[in-house]
């Protein structure tokens, strides 16, 4: 059973395009992480939210935790092609257990 | 810094056979160390996770196991492989709400 649903499963856009992607689960989590992985490398951190409610931004991307510790998204505006890759959150909880959700796999198209 | 090493990158491995995959951090002390395992393309699932050395804690009961015979060493081993053990081994580090990646093992069992 995973913990954590992301959705869409599968996203292919235009470059130039905006999208976001969802991290929803029933459990509370203490912070949850935003990872980016290319294919046969380990994941690489993005950020960390850790407040309810709180938005982080990098350059053109927008992260959000929600109000109750359980959900959050990944705004991504103006997409390129250099942002293909596979999307996974992590939600932190059971000191500092990382459980991850089932992957997001992005193509940008030029 | 800190870094973290894994090693092999790929394994090709018959069926029956033992395994042992190593993972060393560096710049860092009393981490918390995690195995992951990927399917590909989908998100990781959590098998052991370790506070300190000697102390494992196992999420999903498999064939494998985990040790900690140093502060910043962690290895995954099995006795005999079964087919179903192939896929991407990630071993991870964390001293509280982040966890960092290493390259990933490439484990495929014939």
């Known amino acids: 059973t995973q913990l954590l649903e992301q959705s869409p499963q599968f996203l292919s856009i235009q470059e130039g395009e905006n999208l976001t992607v969802y991290c929803n689960s029933s459990s509370v989590f203490s912070s949850l992480q935003w990872y980016r992985q290319e294919p046969g490398e380990g994941p690489v951190l993005l950020v960390t939210v850790v407040t309810g409610g709180e938005v982080k931004k990098l350059k053109r991307l927008t992260f959000q935790f929600g109000d109750a510790r359980k959900d959050s998204s990944l705004h991504i505006t103006a997409a390129q092609p250099g942002d293909t890759g596979l999307y996974l959150c992590?939600?932190?909880?059971?000191?500092?257990?990382?459980?991850f959700g089932s992957g997001t796999k992005l193509n940008v198209k030029p | 810094s800190q870094t973290i090493h894994q090693w092999p990158a790929t394994l090709v491995q018959p069926v029956g056979s033992p395994l042992s995959l190593e993972c060393t951090v560096e710049g860092t002390s009393n981490p918390n160390l995690y195995w992951y395992r990927q399917a590909a393309g989908r998100g990781l699932q959590l098998l052991f996770y370790s506070v300190g050395i000697g102390q494992i804690s196992s999420e999903v009961p498999q064939n494998l196991s985990a040790s900690r015979p140093q502060d910043r060493q962690f290895i995954l081993s099995s006795k005999k492989l079964l087919l179903s053990d192939s896929g991407f081994y990630l071993c991870?580090?964390?001293?509280?709400?982040?966890?960092?990646f290493g390259q990933g093992t490439r484990l495929t069992v014939v």
């Open positions: 991870a580090w964390s001293l509280g709400a982040e966890a960092f």
């Open positions: 992590a939600g932190e909880r059971d000191f500092n257990k990382f459980y």
